[in-house]
Structures are given as C-alpha cells and as structure tokens.
C-alpha cells in the first residue's frame, strides 16, 4: 500500500532536485566557460601588456645606450677633428703639392675633404690613389690616437655608475670609463663588417647598419651587460667629404641611418666584413692593398685602399643585464601579481557562483518541502470527498452522496463510473432480491395449496373416493409445483453459465410441426386452431440445439393459447431469409402495450397475473426463451398492440442455404443424399 | 359466519372453501381483484380472507391496494390478508393498511381456521372463546355444545346458526341478518330455511330443558335470551 500523497511528494522532490540538479550542472557550465573564458582573455591581455611593456622597457633601454653611444660619438668625433686640424697645419709644410687635373679645388674648412679631392682629382674614371705624404699623415694621425678623458667626462659621474662606456680606436686603442674599472668590453670590430649578401652578384652592396646592440660578458665575474656598438669615422666628415665618401663603391651603405631596431640576428655572426677589412687594412699598413674592393671573390683583396679606409672609432655603451633583469623581473612580478589576482577573483566569482546556486537550491526545496503536502493535500482533497462519499454508500439504497459537481474534472469519469456502478448494483440488488422474493411466492403458492388441501382432508374421516380426489388435487400441484422449480433451475442453469448447446443439424419445419402437434389439443380446448405455415423444409435446416428451439416454439404457443381468446387462431410461420432463419408466432389474443411489451421478457412478469390459466410459466416461460435465443446466437422481438394480437419472431443465423444459390436439379441430388 | 375468500389460486380456493365449510362457515369466493371488491362492498362479511397478488387489478395494485380503498370507504370487516410475502416489511405493510391480520402462506388450515375464529369474536367483542347463555355454553374453539353439562350435537348448519344469535345474545336477529350471514351467495333456499333450522335448533338445546333460551319476536325475528330478560314463565 503506497500512500498517494507520500508518492507525490517524493516525486515532487525527486523533480525538483533532477530540475536542480541540471540547472547546477548548466548553470555551472556556463558560469565556468564565462569564467574561463574572461580568465583567459584577462590572462593574455596581462601577458601581453607585459610583453609590451618589457619590449619598450628593453627598447627604451637600447635607445638609451645607442643614443648615448651616439652623443659620445659625436663628442668624439668633434674633439678629434678639432686635433686632427691642429695636426694637419703642423704637418702642411712637409706635404707636397698635389697636380689638379681639373678645375678649382675649393678649399674649404675641411682640410680632409680638401686633401680628398686632391686625392681623387688627378685619376678621374680610374680607381683614385692616396699621395704617399698624405696617407703619411693618417697613418700617423689615427695611429696616435688619443682620446682624452674629458671628452666623456659627463658620462662618466655617479649617476650613470650602472652603465659602462668603452671607446675602441681601430688602432687598438681604447677608453674605458671609470665603471668599469679594470674590465674590458669584448670587442670584435668584424661584428659591424658588412659582406655582400649574395657572393655570386658582387656588385650589390650589403646594409650594414654603423651600430650594433647585443649582450655582452664581461670581465672575470662574466658579467652579463646589454651593450650597443656604435661605429663611427675618427673623423667627421662634411658636405664635401660627404660627397667624397659616396663615390666610394661601399659607401652608399655608410649611410647614416637610424635605425629603431637592433639589427638582425644574422648580423651578428657576420664573417670578414668590409669595415673590417678596412679598419684591418688601415691598421697593418696602406702599402698592401684593401680587402673587399676588387670585384671578384671575397678572398680576393682588392689592390688599393680608398678614402673609406680611414680608422674608425667604436663606441661601446653597455648597461648590466642586471639592472635590466631587474626590472624585467619587477615587470614579471607584477604580472604574477594580477594573474594571481585575477585567478583569486576567478575563483570568487565561482564559488559565488555556487553559493548562489546553493542558497537557491535551498529555497526551492525549502519551498516544496513546506508547500509539497500542501500542494499535495489540497490536489487530494475532491479524492478524499469522493472516498468519504463512497464509504457513506450502503446496501440499502446504494446512493452516492455525492452529486459530483464540484469535483476535479479528473475525477468526474471516475464518479459517473462509480454512479453507474453502484446503479447496475442497485439494480441487480433489486432485481436478485425480487427474484428471490418472486421465487419464494411462486414456491410457496403451490406449497400453500398442497397443505391446505391436504389438511382439509385431514380434518375429518373421508370416504376413499374422497381421498382419491384430495390426491389427484395434490398430485396437480405437485406437477405444477415440479413445472416451476424446474424452470427456475433452467434459468440458474443459464445464469450459472453451465448449460450448453448442442448442435445439431435440425429441420426446423419438422421440428415446428411436432411442436404445433403438442399444443393442438390444448388449444382445441380453447377453440383456438393452430396452422403451420414453412417454406420447404429444405432451406429450413440449419445447425442448432432442436431442444432449446422447440423449448422456445412451446413457451410462445403456449403463451399464444393462454392469452389467446376463445375462438382465435395462431399462425406459425417458418421463412427462410439469405443469412437466417425466421419463425414467427401470431396469435390473435389479447396483445399489449407498449410498456407491457418493455417487460415481458423479464422474469417473473406477467401481463396479466391471472394463474388458473392452462399454465404455470410463472412469468419465468418467456425469460427463459430470451435466454434460449440468446443462447442460440438468435434474436427475438414482439410486436403487439392492445386488443390485436401479439407477433412474436425469433431470428436464428444461418448459413446461405445452398439451394438460393444452386438450381433445383442439384437440390434434389442432395435431398436424395 | 360468513367468510369472503379472495384468492386466485384454485387449490387453495378450493381447499379452503371445503374447510371453511365443514367447519360451518358460509364462504364466498372472488377469484380476482374485481370481483372481490365488488362482493366486498355489496355483502356484509364477517371475515374477509384476501390475497395480495390477484390478477384484474390496476397496473401495480394488489390485495392492499384493495384493503386501503375498503377502508377509506368505511368498510370495516375483519380483513385476514393471506399471502406469499412473509417479510417483515410485507406484514407491516399489510397491518398498517388496515389489515386485522395477516397470515403468510404456505399455512396450515387449523391456524386459518383459528385466526378466522377470533377476528370473528373479535367482531363481537367477545373475548372468551366459550359462549355463555345460563346453563347453554358453545366452545367456539372445539365446536362443541352443552346444555345443563350434557352435550349437545348439532350439524354445522345448526352450529352456525346457534353461534350466530349466541354472538347477538340479547338482541334481535331479523331473518335476512341470518340470512346473509350464514349462507354463501349459492345457496338458494328460501327464507324459511331459517324458520326450519331454528326449529331444529330448539328441539335439539330448548326441547328438554328450562328457560327456553331462543325466543321468537314475532314480525322481527329471533333471539337468544340475555341476561335481562325475564324467563319465561312455567309451563302450566
């Protein structure tokens, strides 16, 4: 016994937590990919802020070094030009006089760019050669080179203690600040060398950029520094010498050009590059020729140095990779600091989230908890009136006290059925106690009569024909008394579902006239004539039980005759349809009324309870028939009115006789089988 | 005592009929619910045996149908209903109509018979089943006289009649009283059948003994001497 209102609860709350249940695991989901997707984005976007901001911290840095390799340059360059007049005065008288081939030399303040054009003027269309004084002059001139401190002294003060300046001279000169005391920049002049870029196309010239940024080792303790090499003429050059510079092959690559970003990668491991060649060349001696500038293959050392070859001047700016790291570091810290925190508040607004989710979750069941019976109870209140008004109904009127009109509309078909049931109960509870009660009177009516008769007699000595008499009243009765229980027994029988049929194959026509046969004497009595009307017995065969048929031909002829008027005829007619059998019984008595016609068939009624008729049917001859056509798969109906007779026709099925269908030649054939 | 049966089975009517006479009744039979109402309210009965189921009725009508109609019109003979129905609620159904009593079927005769008897004494206030009339008793039950404690033996007929003027001791029974009252509706003798059967009567209970109990008023009829008249005067 499951209770309704406990299986709906649980139900409600099984329902309400697989609805919760999916809700979470969505809502989770979700919350979670928003959450991760935000986390990600908010992620990247630090990283790449970060990324940013070491980039421009590291490019912010290059710039620093390479401009301030770039200002000591210039400084350099200015002071060394300065003393390089005051040499080249001191040494004009022991220079000899150059030939001009061509036009004015203009003299101008450049006494280099002056000597230049002397240089080139005399060789025009043919590769230019230096006069032997003045490439004197150079040599001596760059081989002393001397830097003097106060030319980068301002670098070099307290404040820029973090950085490291280094000023290599082609000569092998150097000038280290003060920071770095006994430690040296390593230094490769090739590093700025420029090669051609394809060795089978001489011709074209390589960008070689005139600085360089890099890491760096220094000294003993390997000191890991960001340097910039800045490489530059020992001599600045002006508008002629300029000019000068650019006739050189190599020289449109000299250029000067700014460049934002440190140079490639493949730069840095360049080979034998032309500035080195030169710086080499102007180092060992102008007697041997220049590298690079013949145009065959690079090994090839071309046979006369050029202008270009004057000694250049390398600047180092170098600041520890530790100050840089540094910050990098700060940078990365910083960074971990936000993811950190943004995780943090990731993971919050998750559990928030959840706790949210929680809380509701907590409510709703809350809610069905307290509301669920409620609910419950209330949805099962019109059951509850139903069942109240069910146990109310008792045997005596079978009546539900429910008149079912504010019932839930689920439950109407459910009391209407109820209704209905309890009126078929009601019914065969009436009709079953009428029945005993119709029983009872007709049993004991006969009873009464046998003990009456009997105890008269008893009453006082009687002569034998007396007694005869008093018997054959009692041995009527008791035939009449035996006619009743046995048809009372044929009705249980049916009732009880334990008769069966018999079929046989049966001619009805025979079997009517036997039945007519019977009944004639009796209605002979009445002065009432029967007549037989069938349509050849041959089509009136059929398959039935021959005693339940002739049961239901008596109980009609009989009623026939007992309701007949004195005088009257009753016809019995036999017809053969397509798919049935027809017989039909017309009398000419007394008939019926409509509403005596509703009842005749059931048990126990009689359309007049007159009793000292010819039978005793006791009202049971036409249930019984009811009983029998029914049983025989048949229908009966009646038609009657008051005062002109009563038609009675029984339909039996049959099977399409053969001869509607076959002609009379093989008709006779069977017959005669 | 003259009984109306109505009943419509013809064993029992037949039965009774016998019974009822034997024992001295005169009996009228109606065999359906017309026939009965009809004699119900044209004769006077003293008891009147009815059935419930009769045939000839309005649909759903029966016997008390009948009972109810009787007595809404006045008619206030000893009605004995006799009936199949043997519940409870049948017999109060039937009492309750108006029925004095009420015997279920199937019964046996000397009841009816019994219950008849008493209704019959009842209709003359006369409990005692012994019929008194100075040294005259008549046992109503057994049936039997006695005079001056010798018995007397008289036919039913004489019976009837001697218990008939018995019950109106005192007063006056005109001839057609004893007429209606102690012959069925086929007897076809004259009045002065009465005169006979008195005579009878006399010479079997009066002939031998003092007082002369059934007296002549002449022109009115007969009666059987009470307590307040005077006995008559020696013979001489």
Known sequence: ?673 | MRVLLIEDSAPIVRAIRQGLEEEGFAVDVAVDGEEGDVKARTTSYDVIVLDRMLPKLPDKEDGLSLLKRWRASGINTHVLVLTAKTSTTDKVAGLDTGADDYLSKPFEFSELLARIRALVRRGHQQKDPILRCYDLTIDTAARTVHRASQAVHLTPREYALLEFLAFHRGKVVTRSMIWEHLYDEYDENTSNVVDVYIRYLRNKIDKNFEPQLILTRWGEGYMLRGDDDPPAPKKL
């Open chain 1, 1 to 673: 016994m499951r209770s309704i209102r406990q299986s709906l609860t649980l139900y409600l709350f099984v329902l309400l937590a697989a609805t919760l249940g999916v809700v979470w695991v969505v809502l989770d989901q979700f919350t979670a990919r928003i959450l991760d997707a935000r986390e990600t984005a908010d992620r990247d976007l630090i990283r790449t802020r970060h990324d940013a901001r070491s980039r421009e911290e590291l490019a912010r840095v290059d710039q620093t070094l390479l401009d301030q390799a770039r200002l000591l340059g210039k400084i350099v360059q200015e002071r060394e030009r300065e003393r390089f007049h005051t040499e080249w005065v001191r040494h004009s008288a022991a220079l000899s006089v150059v030939p001009m081939t061509f036009g004015p030399i203009p003299f101008g303040t450049n006494p280099l760019g002056q000597l230049a054009w002397t240089a080139t003027g005399n060789t025009l269309g043919t590769f230019p050669r230096f006069n032997p004084r003045l490439t004197q002059l150079l040599r001596i001139h760059f081989a002393n080179l001397p830097i003097p401190d106060e030319y980068i002294q301002h670098f070099d003060d307290e404040n820029r203690s973090v950085e490291y300046f280094q000023i290599n001279t082609a000569a092998g000169r150097d000038w280290r600040s003060s920071s770095l005391g006994t430690r040296k920049l390593p230094f490769d002049p090739t590093e700025l060398d420029g090669k051609p870029a394809d060795p089978t196309k001489p011709s074209e010239t390589v960008n070689v950029p005139d600085w360089k940024i890099g890491p760096a080792v220094i000294g003993p303790e390997n000191e890991n520094v960001r340097r910039v090499v800045y490489q530059m003429p020992h001599l600045s050059g002006t508008a002629t010498f300029g000019r000068f510079w650019s006739r050189v092959p190599s020289g449109g690559g000299r250029e000067e050009r700014k460049e934002e970003r440190p140079p490639p990668p493949g730069f840095s491991g360049s080979s034998r590059s032309l500035v080195g060649s030169w710086t080499s060349w102007a180092l060992t001696g102008i007697g041997s020729p220049p590298p690079g500038l013949s145009s065959g293959s690079p090994p090839t050392p071309p046979p006369t140095p050029t202008l270009d070859s004057l000694p250049r001047l390398y600047i180092q700016c170098a600041r520890p990779q530790a100050a840089i790291d540094a910050v990098l570091t700060r940078f990365a810290a910083e960074r971990d600091q936000e993811l950190t925190q943004l995780a943090t508040e990731i993971s919050e607004a998750r559990y928030s989230v959840r706790v949210w989710a929680a809380a509701i979750a907590l409510v709703a069941f809350l809610g069905v908890a307290l509301g669920g019976p409620v609910l419950v109870s209330r949805g099962l209140r019109p059951v509850g009136k139903l069942s109240d008004a069910v146990s109310r109904v008792s045997e005596r009127d079978f009546k539900l006290d429910h008149d079912g009109t504010d019932l839930a509309i689920e439950l109407v078909p459910i009391h209407d059925r109820l209704v209905q049931t309890l009126d078929m109960l009601q019914r065969a509870f009436s009709r079953e106690k009428q029945a005993v009660a119709d029983i009872s009177h007709e049993l004991r009516t006969p009873i009464a009569a046998l003990m009456a008769t009997i105890d008269v007699t008893l009453r006082k000595p009687r002569t034998s024909e007396q007694y005869r008499a008093t018997l054959e009243e009692c041995r009527v009765i008791s035939k009449q008394l035996g006619q009743l229980v046995e048809r009372i027994m044929t009705l249980a029988s049916l009732d009880a579902g334990n008769d069966r049929t018999m079929l046989s194959r049966t001619d009805v026509a025979d079997l009517a006239s036997g039945c007519v046969a019977v009944i004639r004497p009796l209605a002979a009595a009445n002065s009432i004539t029967v007549e037989v009307r069938a349509d050849d017995p041959m089509e009136l065969e059929l398959d039935t039980d021959p005693g339940k048929l002739r049961e239901v031909l008596m109980n009609l002829l009989h009623n026939a005759v007992e309701y007949n008027k004195p005088g009257g005829t009753i016809e019995l007619r036999a017809r053969r349809l397509p798919n049935s059998v027809v017989l039909e019984v017309q009398d000419t008595g007394i008939g019926m009324s409509a509403e005596v016609k509703d009842k005749i068939f059931e048990r126990f009624y009689r359309a007049d309870p007159s009793r000292h008729s010819t039978g005793v049917h006791a009202g049971l001859g036409l249930a019984i028939v009811r009983e029998y056509v029914t049983r025989l798969e048949g229908t009966i109906v009646v038609e009657s009115a008051p005062g002109s007779g009563s038609l009675f026709r029984v339909t039996l099925p049959a099977q399409p006789a053969a001869s509607l269908t076959t002609d009379p030649a093989d008709e006779s054939l069977t017959t005669a089988m």
